[in-house]
């Protein structure tokens, strides 16, 4: 029998706009109780105030950044304090940088993409894992990129922090499939988002949103451990 949503309990790191906001909201339609978070203080709240209206979920959050072990500490224990356990890890937040040479790549900009695409993802599995391993169950979505397969040129830190995140869930899907966690890598195309631009030969938010909730559903036992997922038409002009 397939999971049913319900009451689970979810982080979504990123969750205050684009493809977090919108994996938050889809949670909550299906009755989860979700936990977000985001750097900029405004953002976060308008996006409560926006999603606490979504479904029958319950919705709550905190300011954290991802790069910061500390932060993902307190991400995850407020979390458990707000809403008494964790089924769901979405390691969604995620930095993106203009593509240049790497010689003009600052360290700064490399560092920033490293520690919020990867650093930030392994703090929360590492706070995450345990609670999991405890209930016996869990799931953990890490938000990947067709930058991992389609390596641009200009995209040094951009593609390393990704393809990291495909070396760092495969691994982690075999250091907890015999605790009862799931773990999936969704590797995705280019989405439409206010950030990134809208232009409708892309993925939408919700095409994103809707494979969390499809692989959480599945029975237990299947595990899909990674995902790609394309825009089914080319950019206009390639
Ligand atoms: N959009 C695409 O075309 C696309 C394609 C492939 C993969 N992805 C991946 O999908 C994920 C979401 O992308 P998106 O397009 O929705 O991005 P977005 O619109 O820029 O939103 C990013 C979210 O992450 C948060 N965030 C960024 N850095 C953070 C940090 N250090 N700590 C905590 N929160 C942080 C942002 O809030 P604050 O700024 O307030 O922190 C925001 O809520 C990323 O992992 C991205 O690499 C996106």
Same mark, same amino acid.
């Given at each position: 029998?397939?999971l ?6 979810a982080i979504? $790191?990123g ?12 949670? =909550?339609l299906? #009755? ?5 978070c ?9 996006? =409560?105030?926006?999603?606490?209206s ?11 950044? @991802?790069?910061?072990y500390?932060?993902?500490?307190k991400?995850?224990?407020a ?6 356990? =964790? /089924?769901?890890?979405v390691?969604n937040? #995620?930095? #993106?940088?203009s593509?240049?040479p790497? /010689?003009?790549i600052?360290?700064e900009? !490399?560092?920033?993409?490293?520690g ?6 392994f703090?929360c599995c590492?706070?995450?894992?345990p609670?999991?391993r ?5 799931y ?7 930058? $991992?397969?389609v390596?641009?040129?200009g995209g ?5 922090s ?6 760092? $869930?495969?691994t982690?899907?075999?250091? @907890?499939r015999?605790? #009862?966690?799931? @773990? ?10 206010? /950030?990134?631009?809208?232009?409708? !030969?892309?993925?939408a938010?919700?095409?994103v949103a809707?494979?969390?909730i499809?692989?959480?559903? =599945?029975?237990a ?7 790609e997922? !394309?825009?089914s038409?080319?950019?206009p002009?390639?």
């Amino acid at each position: 029998m397939g999971l049913e949503l319900k009451d689970k309990v979810a982080i979504v $790191t990123g969750g205050s706009r684009g493809i977090g906001s919108g994996i938050a909201h889809a949670l =909550l339609l299906a #009755g989860a109780r979700v936990f977000i978070c985001g750097r900029q203080e405004a953002d976060l709240k308008s996006a =409560l105030q926006a999603l606490s209206s979504s479904g029958e979920g319950s919705i709550d959050g905190i300011v954290a950044d @991802v790069s910061r072990y500390q932060d993902c500490r307190k991400l995850v224990e407020a979390a458990v304090e707000r809403f008494g356990r =964790l /089924d769901i890890l979405v390691n969604n937040a #995620g930095a #993106g940088h203009s593509y240049k040479p790497i /010689d003009q790549i600052s360290p700064e900009v !490399w560092d920033a993409t490293i520690g919020t695409n990867l650093s930030g993802m392994f703090y929360c599995c590492r706070e995450a894992v345990p609670l999991m391993r405890k209930a016996g169950a869990g799931y953990i979505f890490n938000i990947s990129s067709t930058a $991992t397969i389609v390596l641009c040129q200009g995209g040094s830190a951009y593609n390393a922090s990704k393809t990291g995140v495909s070396g760092l $869930t495969e691994t982690l899907v075999k250091d @907890v499939r015999y605790d #009862g966690i799931r @773990v999936s890598e969704i590797v995705i195309g280019s989405v439409s988002t206010a /950030d990134r631009g809208y232009e409708r !030969w892309k993925l939408a938010i919700e095409d994103v949103a809707q494979i969390v909730i499809d692989l959480y559903k =599945l029975p237990a036992r299947a595990l899909v451990s990674r995902v790609e997922l !394309w825009p089914s038409q080319p950019p206009p002009n390639r």
